[in-house]
């Protein structure tokens, strides 16, 4: 029944898709600030009821280390679709997502990734990934977050929900560049909303754990270099700690 009512949401926000992009297009041209929060809006509701849809019972924690006023990077552990669906509704302020380029040419749905700056990434094509990257790292720059899954691709593991693979280090350049704050985020059990026995989706109780921030140019020397492992070491803990039952 679930994944019925989840189809038949995903068709309604098919078919009212097309007036809002026409309105976000209007707006824009009076304000790019206010149609950014618009889109922003309406991609954060329609991720908040997607959630309740699928029947997501979601713990979060750390929810005040998002900053409010200044941009910083979300990093992910990745396990699910669902880890964009639960963690976008508690964003403060318009984050794209940096997601795989299959994601953008999804109909409609890409569109409104688009409008929400999210970008999509080629990770077979050298110099268009270091293209999407550089085009994320103005985004930062102009006080856009975002938000990336270091891992690469959606960690398959269903033995463990804490395994993590390596961190690419070249994507915290999103963070290093513009110097802003990284928020690592821990997910955890999303993969049991729909990957673990698709095509259906089955109620879950997901953790999600914003983390303190990381400041760039407050790490030594060493750890900077290595700042992706130093995240991802971040993550394994809160994850361990999950499946410990002490969080």
Not at 7 to 15: E, M, P, R
Not at 64 to 85: A, T
Not at 143 to 160: H, L, V
Not at 214 to 231: A, C, N, Q, V
């Amino acid at each position: 029944m679930r994944t019925v009512l989840f189809g038949l949401f995903a068709f309604f926000y098919c078919v009212i898709g097309p007036v809002l992009w026409l309105i976000t297009l209007i707006i824009k041209i009076f304000s790019r600030k206010t149609a950014d929060r618009f889109a922003f809006m309406f991609v954060k509701n329609a991720c908040r009821v997607a959630g309740k849809i699928a029947g997501a019972r979601v713990t979060v924690k750390g929810l005040g280390n998002i900053p409010e006023d200044k941009p910083c990077v979300f990093v992910l552990n990745h396990r699910s679709i669902f880890d964009i669906i639960l963690t976008y509704p508690y964003m403060k302020q318009p984050t794209g997502f940096i997601a795989k380029k299959e994601l953008g040419r999804i109909p409609f749905f890409s569109t409104w990734l688009y409008f929400a700056h999210c970008l999509f990434l080629d990770r077979k094509d050298i110099r268009k990934g270091l293209k999407t990257m550089q085009k994320g790292i103005e985004n930062v720059t102009n006080g856009i977050s975002m938000a990336i899954f270091p891992e690469g691709t959606r960690n398959k593991d269903q033995e463990s929900h804490t395994t993590i693979a390596e961190f690419h280090e070249a994507s915290f350049k999103l963070a290093t560049r513009p110097n802003v704050p990284i928020i690592p985020i821990a997910v955890y059990n999303t993969e049991n909303c729909f990957e673990n026995h698709r095509p259906w989706m089955r109620p879950a109780d997901v953790k999600i754990t914003f983390a303190d921030p990381i400041i760039p140019d407050e790490l030594d020397k060493e750890t900077r270099k290595f700042i992706g492992k130093y995240t991802r070491n971040v993550i394994q803990e809160i994850l361990y700690s999950y499946e410990a039952g002490n969080e």
